[in-house]
Each structure stands twice: as C-alpha cells, then as structure tokens.
C-alpha cells in the first residue's frame, strides 16, 4: 500500500504566505507525478499544480505567479510553497500522487486526506 501523508495548512490573512508539504511512503518502486488539487465548499475539486519526476510543473491559472510546486524525488516528497494568498484560495487541499508499485509494477493514484487552508480577509 501507498500512502499521502500531508502538512502545513492553517489559517492565514490575505497576502500572506503558507508551505504545504506531502510525503509519499509504501510500497513505491517510482513516482511518476506529484501534484496539489483543492476543493472549496460547494466546488468540485481542481489541479493547482503538478510536478512530474523530469521536474515539468504545470499551475492553474489563478495562481501562476503566486505558488511554487517543487519535489524531492529521493524523499519522495512534494512542497507547494503559496503566496500572496487570497480569500478565494480557501479550501482543503489534497495531494496526489501517481506511482508505480514494487514487485507488480502495475499504476496506481493515490490521494492524501487532505489538510485546510483557510484565507482571512
């Protein structure tokens, strides 16, 4: 089995800054991908920004600019580093993962139990 395990979120003011961290342990031969998705109350659930393990990383719009998506493939661990944050950035965010497993070999996506950010205005 694999899991997500993440930390980091909490309660800031607008225009301030936060760290989310995912670490990935288990059964893991290669991580193919690590990524932040985020659901705000009443929303469906979107990407924020992925990393793949070559180092591309690929953001929603809103937030280009202002997080910063960055691994560390031999720790299997996943930061998003968040700034400028605004109100409409509050939600539970989620990491996630696409790995490949030991011994089968077969793909397989994980999800973290997310944690809260939460952005007073």
């Known amino acids: 089995q694999v899991q997500l395990v993440e930390s980091g979120g909490g309660l800031v003011q607008a225009g301030g800054s936060l760290r989310l961290s995912c670490v990935a342990s288990g059964s893991i031969f290669s991580i193919n991908t690590m990524g932040w998705y985020r659901q705000a109350p009443g929303k469906q659930r979107e990407l924020v920004a992925v990393i793949t393990s070559g180092g591309n990383t690929n953001y929603t719009d809103s937030v280009k600019g202002r997080f910063t998506i960055s691994g560390a493939n031999a720790k299997n661990t996943v930061y998003l580093e968040m700034n400028s944050l605004r109100p409409e950035d509050t939600a539970v965010y989620y990491c996630?993962?696409?790995?490949?497993?030991?011994?089968?070999?077969?793909?397989?996506?994980?999800w973290g139990q997310g944690t809260l950010v939460t952005v007073s205005s």
């Open positions: 996630n993962a696409n790995v490949q497993l030991r011994l089968s070999y077969r793909y397989l996506e994980v």
